[in-house]
């Protein structure tokens, strides 16, 4: 049976790979940090999500040691048999504090946390309204859903409007965007999202993977930026990006909707719990968050450094001030060509195409760190100017 399969399956693969689509993956010797290792060659990391720069920090690396010997490796267990440890309740008491809500569940990454929201809050009788360009993750959790779907434009709040009109004989309305849209940089817009919540009685959820820890004036992410916290019910986000880069997830919610998601929520249910190192390093990284500003502001420095100099040499970036700078290419092939040439001269980048953008929109996503030096931002934006004229 697996001979026909086989060849259907490489017959697909040949399709994406003379598409220009395809993804292949690097692999890295040494840590994840500004500065990694590719083939035996030592080059500036340009597309790790890591924006504080804390993936590799000495400090992170020192409680995570600690924390092994303390709570041990894994706790083979889910949580309400015996996978919870005063370190998970710690965390979820503390991410609950930093973002200004009632209460935190923890999940394995924020992939199962958006997978676990949806059903457990909504069903027939219920209307999820979402963004055009919301993560996979979203997409697939709404799929799980029995509410009635329905989705509007990117940040268009005109669409937004006609659609919680046609949701308005539902028992509940949700709102769902991302915080920031990881392709594009682009920064949702919370406040005339929950302006119009108000008006059609609707809740809101934000998926702020790509902005807490360093966006707002506390990195308390794009709530805080827009001065909205208090009126968003759902927040979920990541542990594996700028908040230690390792991996897991969180809902900080209303109190309600989490006692719901413990008793309910699938993913939450059925996975192990939280490697307990990684719960107490991010109770370190939030001492950090909480204690200094420094790496938001180098993060600062360096997106602001990198767009000006890419924009004076004539290239074309989406705008914003977000640390994920959209280098637009067009074409797969001149993309996936381009990154390679970069990393030929040391910039270790990546090229996205379909399916993870639209066709005709490929792009070099480049992402900054608050680990990256002036001269490496500097190094990065000569080396798109060579790769441009090859």
Not at 107 to 128: K, P, R
Not at 354 to 381: K, M, N
Request: net charge negative.
């Amino acid at each position: 049976m697996f001979t026909n399969v086989r060849e259907q399956l490489r017959a697909t693969l040949d399709e994406i790979t003379e598409a220009g689509l395809l993804k292949p993956e690097r692999v890295i010797s040494t840590p994840q940090s500004s500065q990694v290792s590719v083939a035996g060659r030592e080059v500036l990391n340009f597309c790790a999500n890591n924006y504080l720069g804390l993936a590799d920090d000495p400090r992170v690396i020192e409680a995570a040691k600690q924390a092994l010997d303390r709570w041990g490796f894994g706790m083979a267990s889910v949580r309400f048999i015996c996978g919870t440890q005063e370190v998970h309740k710690e965390l979820e008491s503390r991410l609950s504090d930093f973002l200004g809500m009632e209460d935190t569940v923890l999940y394995s990454s924020c992939f199962d946390a958006n997978g676990g929201v949806f059903e457990t809050l909504l069903d027939a009788q219920d209307a999820v309204i979402s963004d055009a360009l919301n993560h996979a993750s979203i997409i697939d959790g709404i799929r799980l859903s029995k509410a009635k779907r329905l989705r509007y434009a990117n940040r268009d709040m005109a669409e937004l409007e006609s659609r919680l009109k046609e949701a308005s004989d539902a028992r509940r309305r949700l709102i769902v965007t991302d915080g920031v849209f990881s392709m594009d940089g682009y920064v949702a817009p919370l406040r005339e999202i929950c302006d119009l919540a108000d008006r059609y009685d609707a809740m809101v959820m934000v998926d702020d993977s790509h902005a807490v820890g360093f966006v707002g004036p506390t990195g308390r992410g794009t709530p805080e930026l827009h001065g909205v916290t208090d009126r968003i019910d759902i927040i979920t986000g990541t542990l594996g990006k700028a908040l230690g880069g390792a991996s897991g997830g969180y809902v900080s919610a209303r109190k309600e909707i989490c006692e719901l998601l413990r008793q309910r929520s699938r993913p939450y249910l059925f996975s192990n719990s939280l490697a307990p190192v990684i719960a107490s390093a991010s109770l370190r990284i939030l001492d950090l968050l909480e204690t200094t500003s420094e790496a938001r502001e180098r993060l600062r420095a360096n997106t602001v450094r990198f767009r000006e100099g890419m924009t004076k040499a004539g290239f074309d970036i989406l705008p914003g001030d977000h640390p994920i700078v959209p280098v637009m290419i067009g074409d797969a092939a001149a993309a996936a060509a381009m990154a390679e040439r970069l990393l030929d001269l040391g910039i270790y980048v990546i090229g996205f195409s379909y399916p993870v953008v639209p066709h005709g929109q490929a792009r070099i996503r480049v992402q900054l760190s608050a680990a990256h030096s002036p001269e490496d931002v500097d190094r990065a934006i000569e080396a798109f100017t060579q790769a441009r004229a090859a």
